[in-house]
């Protein structure tokens, strides 16, 4: 046994999302009441839940676009919002500055329902942004590898054009390249495809079970019941600001909570 290998069993352990008790409030609105969520390293889940249950709250928290009511949220390990110092030789929790916090969020990538582009930026340029002027890559390099990043998504052809000059599907690949550009440990796509007309659905979704199977570790909210059932590990199932069900991409086909069903019978 080396120290190594127990180094690596540890680290094995550490989810990449451990929310905790997770409480959020918008003055008297209570939206989010006591979520527990584990999201593990390399897994695909799938947050599934009517309009106004709080799944994009949620998202938004994890990457600190909101912050916390009660409860914790911690990334890889680390607590997002805080860090521990010593106070008078007491560990206290101490509230991060926006810099910190900048950094923190620096390695979670986020998609939106719509396309969030630069409208004055070709393609390229957007995924390059981040990159150049968070990370001060050089623009060189920068540009190698927001090339690399299109040609993931299958848009290296259209690296000069502008946002208005694509369809809506190839602009939310772009904003999917954008958000790899910074090697995120974690990605987050909140209705990728709700936006999109229907043909077009289909090759924003190929490209996400694409980093799946290259081991991105993903959240998920989509109506997409069949990318949830053929992607999924784990699916989380909200309704009125807490998870109701939660389980492997079987509880699709085997709903226990009344809640479900009837949501799933709308959808499906
Ligand atoms: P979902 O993504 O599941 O549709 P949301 O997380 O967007 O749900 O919203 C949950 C609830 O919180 C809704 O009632 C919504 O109106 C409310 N809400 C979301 N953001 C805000 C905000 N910034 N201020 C006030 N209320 C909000
Ligand atoms: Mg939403």
Redesign the pocket.
């Known amino acids: 046994m080396t120290t190594t290998e127990n180094f690596n069993a540890d680290h094995a352990s550490v989810p990449t999302v451990k929310a905790t008790n997770v409480h959020k409030m918008?003055?008297d609105?209570h939206?989010l009441k006591g979520v527990d969520l584990i999201v593990e390293p390399g897994t695909v889940n799938v947050i599934l839940?009517?309009?106004?249950?709080?799944?994009?709250?949620?998202l938004r928290l994890i990457n600190q676009l909101e912050t916390l009511t009660a409860g914790s949220i911690e990334v890889n390990g680390e607590l997002m919002g805080y860090k521990h110092v010593k106070h008078n030789g007491e560990d206290m929790l101490q509230t991060l500055n926006e810099k910190e916090v900048a950094k923190q969020r620096e390695h979670i990538g986020m998609v939106f329902q719509r396309f969030n582009l630069f409208p004055h930026k070709t393609a390229i340029e957007n995924v390059m942004e981040a990159p150049v002027h968070v990370a001060k890559v050089p623009k060189s390099v920068a540009k190698e590898q927001a090339m690399a990043q299109l040609q993931r998504v299958g848009l290296a052809d259209r690296a000069d054009y502008y946002p208005m000059q694509l369809s809506g599907g190839q602009q939310q690949r772009v904003a999917i390249a954008r958000a790899l550009a910074m090697n995120p440990e974690l990605m987050l796509f909140d209705e990728p495809t709700s936006a999109l007309d229907p043909e077009l659905v289909g090759e924003v979704l190929k490209v996400m079970r694409q980093l799946a199977d290259d081991g991105m570790t993903m959240i998920v909210?989509t109506h997409e019941i069949g990318f949830a059932k053929e992607v999924a590990d784990q699916v989380v199932f909200?309704d009125g600001g807490v998870v109701v069900e939660q389980g492997g991409p079987e509880i699709i086909d085997n709903p226990t909570s009344p809640r479900f069903s009837e949501f799933l019978s709308h959808v499906l």
Do not use: E
């Open positions: 918008f003055g609105l939206v839940g009517p309009s106004g249950s709080g799944k994009s709250t949620l909210v909200m």
